[in-house]
Structures are given as structure tokens and as C-alpha cells.
């Protein structure tokens, strides 16, 4: 069974920086590699999750329009972890941040969320 847990975030002023991480493990070669994709979502109160940055094993990135150019998304296969590292972070930026691995033809897993506080 995959499961992922997720770390970091908390609360920071505007323009300061975080970085989340999240360990995967019950991957099927026991790798991140092995999922199609991995990335990160945020939900805001009041609004849908949506996505704020996607990556594949062959390395192609996806960005939303908010973050492009202040967040980036990373992997190190040897701990079987992604990371998101926010910069030059706004208080819009505020919201639980969710990661997710998806595989296969319609398997998803989702880690248990982290707040994500930025104060003007």
C-alpha cells in the first residue's frame, strides 16, 4: 500500500521562503520512479484543491500560473522523497498543501496535507 507523509511548511512572512517534503513508500519497485507522476496540490478555505506543480520520471514539470517562477518541484530517488520549495512566498499562497503519486490507470494516494501560513 503507498503511503506518503509530508513535512515542512508552517508559517513564514511574505517573501520569505519553505520548503515541503514528502516520503513515499509502498511504491511498487520501491521507487518514485515508479509512479507516473508526482505532485502538489493546495486548498485554500472556501476554494477547490488545485494543482501547483506536477513532475514524471523523465523530468517534465507543470507549474501552475500562480507559483511558475517562485516554486519548484524535486525529487531524490535515494530517499524516495519530492520536495517543493516556495520562494518570494504571498499571503495567497495560504493554504493546506497536499502530495499525491499516480499511477497506473487511475490509482491515486494522497499524503495527509501540511499548513502552509504566509502573513503580511
Known amino acids: 500500500q503507498v503511503q506518503l507523509v509530508e513535512s515542512g511548511g508552517g508559517l513564514v512572512q511574505a517573501g520569505g521562503s519553505l520548503r515541503l517534503a514528502c516520503a513515499a513508500s509502498?511504491?511498487?519497485?520501491?521507487?518514485?520512479?515508479?509512479?507516473?507522476?508526482m505532485g502538489w496540490y493546495r486548498q485554500a478555505p472556501g476554494k477547490q484543491r488545485e494543482l501547483v506543480a506536477s513532475s514524471t520520471p523523465g523530468g517534465m514539470t507543470i507549474y501552475s500560473d500562480s507559483v511558475q517562477g517562485r516554486f519548484t518541484i524535486s525529487g531524490d530517488n535515494r530517499k524516495n522523497t519530492v520536495y517543493l520549495q516556495m520562494n518570494s512566498l504571498k499571503p495567497e499562497d495560504t493554504a493546506v498543501y497536499y502530495c499525491?503519486?499516480?499511477?497506473?490507470?487511475?490509482?491515486?494516494?494522497w499524503g495527509q496535507g501540511r499548513q502552509v501560513t504566509v502573513s503580511s
Open positions: 499525491n503519486a499516480h499511477w497506473g490507470s487511475d490509482y491515486n494516494a
Open positions: 509502498g511504491a511498487a519497485s520501491g521507487s518514485i520512479f515508479s509512479f507516473d507522476v
